[in-house]
Every structure is written in structure tokens, then in C-alpha cells.
């Protein structure tokens, strides 16, 4: 099957930070691939700018290196290298300095209808000059929009901050805050699931649906970030942004339309449903842990101390909840989310548990019946398996066994999966804002975990140790086995 390229207008990109790991392992292999497909105009132009002085030249090889590192041979031929670098030029400038923002204002074309697309590969405290320097050169156009990384802020009060200081600059229509999860090709299929089929929607709700899991783990640690991390930790890093999104793309209500603002809608809602996290039940409803030294992928590593060089420190590198959502239609539901580092094996999913059949009309040696179970996998294999029960071939009775339906998206379609920054590069500069997070998502997000981070900033525990290479600490077990459940875990 030959996946369908809807063309986009032609525009000017403009990535500061260009010359950063963002820009290198997903932004400019990211492009590169829509380059190939045929999707960017010729007349399209990506400028990369950073601090770092850097010829046209010398920033092409950067570039051409990072494709020969992130893009498998069979998608690059020479010739389609080739024309892609030709679209990129380089500007050095400094954000809080006039330092080459006269050059890149030259750089651009003057055209007002033309779109400019400004991403930040930076770091949060560089959001406000960036946009601030843009606005002084006359930069911002009716056309132009700006796309900012996670992590947007460290708690409610400086996410509040950072989004005065950008508004000021550019108005909320113009304003992308990008959430890679929402791009992956399995996150868009949940919505189809759900929205385009009758088969599930009847039952997507509590009087079918026992429980939900939300897991996001990585068998690497922080790999350099050490100093970085410490700062923010898993509930920063993971929960506050990928992992409540998925629970809203779980949770909301069936939107009016596919419209941006009509999806969002919905999602907002179920971030101002959650049931409040308090000083009465975090213990029972939060779990934190930190990986000491041990195995992963086949060899010996160190703990977090080690690597952040250090003798102690409270930050996560795991956290589990509880979290619920007080409605109607989730009312005794409860979602748990795990992520975090080093953990037995690199996996993204979404299980949604059903309830067990109200009454078996088979014997007991028939076998035991296993509740049906709705498994969205985001990674590494994405696809989607449905448990269900059937009879064991063969003579000798009746013997029940749970089988999956599993379609993987390689196997269904055949054709490679697209990166998720290769559908949401385009919806910027196709002006869509369904899968980015509006400021009130953002303000709703953080009314929620802040309470958390509080609690844990004041407590004199420390997080639970766990062994890298294992699922995390027991205690995050017992969260979930004191309500009657497990950690789903294996492939079924």
C-alpha cells in the first residue's frame, strides 16, 4: 500500500537549536524524509540557527551526517541527499544578544504571505528572547507560527510565565507546544478506534471497563543528562505532558468534529476532572522510585548517583499513579501510570482492561476465562491486539484458551511508519493544531501534578531504590495489586 502525501504550502522553516541533539536524531531526518516523499515544495527553504559560528557549508555536512546516522540506507540515496541539503542555509545568532538577527532578518523572504515556521530546539529559558528578538526585527507575520519543546516550565507558576512571555510576541493560534506522543501512528489509530467504529463505543465506559494502564518504559538511563534530569524527574518529564495526554486520548468524550479546538475541548475536560492528588492519599496513590546500578540490555551499568555524580538526590527516575477521573462516564475507574528509566525492556502501551463475563456457562475444565483486554502498543512495535476467548482446536471437549487479534501497522500496510515530528512538522505549516496542547491544556496539566511535586519536595523520604533492569520498585506492585490488579507485562 502507498501511503497518500497531501502537498503543503510552501514556507520558510527556521530551527534554532540546529545544531543540537533534537535537531540532529529527529528534526532534520524528520524533513528529510518529507523532502523524499515529495511533500516539500521546491521553493521551501529550512534555515538552521544556534549560537555556534558555522558556515552554510559546515552546517550541510552536519546535516548529511545526521541522515547517514538516522536514516536507514534504503531511504537514502545519494541523489535525494543531495537535493535535500541544497534547501538549507545557516545563521548564527545569539538570543539575548543583537548578534546575527540582522542576518537572519536577510535571510528570510520578505513576501507576508509566505509561511514561517520558528522552532525552538532549546531550552525553556531561551523561549522569551528567541521570541522576543522575532518581534524586535519584525519577524512575526499574520503567517508565521512558533513551535516550543516540552518541557514547558517546572510547575504551574513559571508554565504561566513562560506562556505570557511567548503570547505577548505571538497570539494563541499561532502558538504549536509540540507533544511528539501525540504524532505516533498508533496515538491517531486510538482515535479511529474509537470514533470511527460502533464496535467499541457502547462499552467505553465504566459498566465494561475494569481499569486502564498507561506504561512508558526505557531500558536506557540519562545517558549525559545527569545534570539536566536532576532538575526536572519522571513526573516533570513523562506524566505531566506524554502520559496526561494519553489518558485524555483514552478518556474524552467523542469531539463534535475532528476540529482542533473541538478535540481539545474534550480533552480539557478530563484534565479538569481528575480527582485531586492530597496529602490523605498520595501514599496509596503515588509511588517514586531511582535505579541503582545493575544489568541492562546485557551489560553491567550504573545507578543514577553514580552517573549524576553524586551521593544523594530525591529526584524520580520512576513514578507510578493511581489517577481517576470523577464522571459519569469513569466514575470507579481507575487509570494507572508507570514510566521510567532502566527498566526491563523499552515499551510504550495502553491496555484497556474489560470486566470479566458476569456468569460462565462452561465447566471447570473448559479453563479459566480471562477478561478481554484492548492493547495499543506506541513502541517499539506499534500496533493494536484485541484478547479474546476460543475454543482450542482439536477433539476432547471443550478447552478455552485467550488468543490475540494482532495487527501490526509494518505487517497491515507494509510501508515504513512515518516519525511522529514528520506529521506534526506538517500540521504546523499546515496551520492544524489538533495534535498540540492549547495554553488552558497546559494550566490543567499542572493544577494537577503541582500538588504532587509539593508533597514530594517537603517529604523527608526519599525515592524507593529498584535495581536497573527490573520493572521499577515493589512498592509500585503494590499500588496496583492493593486494588485486585496487576502490571500488564507480557505480549499477550
Known amino acids: 500500500m502507498t501511503p497518500r502525501t497531501i502537498p503543503v504550502d510552501v514556507f520558510d522553516l527556521v530551527v534554532f537549536g540546529a545544531t543540537g541533539d533534537l535537531a540532529k536524531r529527529k528534526l532534520l531526518p524528520a524533513l528529510f524524509h518529507r523532502d523524499v516523499q515529495g511533500q516539500i515544495p521546491v521553493d521551501a527553504r529550512i534555515i538552521g540557527s544556534s549560537r555556534r559560528a558555522m558556515t552554510r557549508d559546515a552546517f550541510r555536512a552536519f546535516a548529511l551526517a545526521a541522515i547517514e546516522a538516522h536514516v536507514a540506507p534504503e531511504h537514502r540515496q545519494q541523489v535525494l541527499c543531495q537535493r535535500f541539503i541544497e534547501r538549507l542555509d545557516y545563521v548564527a545568532a545569539e538570543p539575548s544578544q543583537e548578534q546575527g538577527w540582522s542576518e537572519l532578518e536577510k535571510s528570510l523572504r520578505p513576501e507576508q504571505d509566505r509561511i514561517r515556521v520558528y522552532y525552538l530546539a532549546v531550552g525553556p529559558d531561551l523561549f522569551g528572547p528567541i521570541c522576543e528578538r522575532l ?251 484485541l484478547t479474546l476467548m476460543i475454543k482450542d482446536p482439536g477433539p476432547g471437549g471443550m478447552r478455552l484458551r485467550s488468543v490475540p487479534l494482532d495487527m501490526s501497522f509494518a505487517d497491515a500496510f507494509g510501508v515504513r511508519n512515518p516519525d511522529a515530528y514528520e506529521r506534526l512538522l506538517m500540521d504546523v505549516v499546515r496551520g492544524n493544531q489538533t495534535l498540540f496542547m492549547r495554553r488552558d491544556e497546559v494550566t490543567a496539566a499542572w493544577k494537577w501534578i503541582d500538588p504532587i511535586l509539593e508533597y514530594w519536595k517537603e517529604s523527608p523520604e526519599l525515592p524507593k531504590p529498584y535495581t536497573s533492569g527490573t520493572w521499577g520498585p515493589s512498592a509500585s506492585v503494590a499500588l496496583i495489586e492493593r486494588d485486585g490488579r496487576t502490571w500488564h507485562e507480557g505480549d499477550d
Open 135 to 385: 518581534g524586535q526585527h519584525n519577524l512575526v507575520t499574520p503567517n508565521s507560527r512558533v513551535v516550543v519543546e516540552k518541557p514547558l516550565g517546572k510547575n504551574g507558576a513559571s508554565a504561566k510565565a513562560l506562556n505570557e512571555q511567548i503570547g505577548r510576541i505571538f497570539p494563541e493560534p499561532s502558538i504549536y507546544r509540540i507533544d511528539h506522543y501525540l504524532g505516533k501512528e498508533t496515538v491517531q489509530n486510538l482515535m479511529a478506534l474509537r470514533f470511527a467504529n460502533a464496535l467499541f463505543e457502547p462499552i467505553w465506559n465504566a459498566a465494561h471497563i475494569d481499569h486502564v494502564q498507561i506504561t512508558v518504559a526505557e531500558t536506557l538511563g540519562v545517558e549525559g543528562r545527569a545534570g539536566y534530569y536532576d532538575t526536572s524527574g519522571a513526573l516533570r518529564d513523562m506524566v505531566q505532558n506524554h502520559m496526561l495526554q494519553l489518558l485524555c486520548l483514552v478518556a474524552m468524550e467523542p469531539p463534535t468534529s475532528i476540529d482542533a479546538d473541538a478535540v481539545r475541548d474534550e480533552k480539557l475536560k478530563i484534565l479538569q476532572s481528575l480527582k485531586p492528588i492530597t496529602a490523605e492519599n498520595i501514599a496509596n496513590h503515588t509511588v517514586r522510585g531511582q535505579y541503582r546500578a545493575g544489568a541492562s540490555m546485557g551489560g553491567a551499568v550504573n545507578g543514577y548517583l553514580e552517573e549524576l555524580g553524586s551521593d544523594t538526590s530525591k529526584t524520580e527516575t520512576y513514578v507510578a499513579l493511581k489517577a481517576e477521573i470523577g464522571s459519569w462516564r469513569w466514575n470507579g475507574v481507575p487509570f494507572y501510570m508507570r514510566s521510567g528509566k532502566r527498566l526491563a525492556s523499552r515499551m510504550s502501551e495502553i491496555v484497556v482492561q474489560f470486566k470479566p463475563i458476569p456468569h460462565s456457562v462452561f465447566d471447570a475444565s473448559a479453563g479459566a476465562i480471562s477478561s478481554n483486554r484492548l492493547i495499543i502498543r506506541l513502541q517499539p512495535d506499534e500496533g493494536v491486539k
